[in-house]
């Protein structure tokens, strides 16, 4: 989707949607809003700190959002594209029989992961999906949960008919799990990272990655004598 940068006139390729007519004050609050709750924690983030930060007034935020969990609720759907077509994705390759191995079906998740880490605004997307991903507050869990819905049921897909001899739950467990440790990598893992020894490496870790999640699986929903 291309959408212009609300601080400058360059146009910039985003995985957020807008509605239409929304004004560029507005996609202002909503990207400002999306890197202050992916940098801390929702109580600590204020309408007033936003609005200072987003450059408007208060005023124009309740109008427009009204209360904190509702704005939370505006910038998590402004991104729930993206998870749904990445869903879709996965589902399409799995009825088409493109999905023979954990390994394909763990390149298939990474897809749409590695475009959000290289959108100027999909590495807040995914550091507040690690954030909050574990939350308790129904305010926030519910449009979390409604936005990921799509891609993990879609990972549980692929791996029920990799491992059709387990059952609904153990997939469910998996692809949450699977999908958590994915996003922990993306966020961690940037494409260019130093360490205090020596320079990590993104393509050796991602090996270890795919190497851990598809081991599991296999080891996993493979066995009836799960013990998960």
């Not at 146009?11 to 507005?26: I, T």
């Not at 427009?64 to 729930?80: E, I, N, Q, T, Y």
């Not at 690690?130 to 799509?150: F, G, I, M, N, S």
């Amino acid at each position: 989707m291309r959408l212009f940068d609300p601080n400058g006139p360059a146009e910039v390729q985003s995985c957020l949607s807008f509605a239409a007519g929304m004004s560029m004050r507005q996609r202002r609050i909503l990207r400002t809003a999306l890197r202050m709750f992916a940098e801390r924690e929702y109580a600590a983030v204020s309408l007033r700190d936003i609005a200072a930060e987003a450059g408007v007034s208060l005023t124009l935020i309740d109008h427009h959002f009204g209360a904190k969990h509702a704005l939370f609720a505006a910038v998590v759907r402004s991104w729930s594209g993206t998870l749904e077509q990445a869903g879709a994705d996965i589902r399409h390759a799995v009825a088409q029989g493109r999905v023979a191995n954990a390994g394909d079906l763990f390149d298939l998740c990474m897809q749409p992961l590695d475009r959000l880490r290289a959108d100027p605004d999909g590495l807040p997307v995914l550091r507040l999906w690690a954030r909050h991903r574990l939350t308790q507050d129904p305010a926030l869990a519910a449009p979390l949960e409604v936005a990921l819905r799509p891609f993990r049921s879609a990972l549980a897909l692929g791996l029920d008919r990799l491992y059709p001899a387990s059952g609904s739950v153990d997939q469910e467990w998996a692809a949450a799990a699977a999908l958590a440790s994915l996003v922990e990598w993306s966020v961690t893992v940037p494409a260019c990272r130093d360490t205090l020894e020596e320079p990590a490496c993104p393509a050796c870790t991602r090996v270890q990655l795919r190497r851990q999640l598809t081991g599991g699986w296999t080891a996993c929903l493979s066995s009836a004598d799960c013990a998960c």
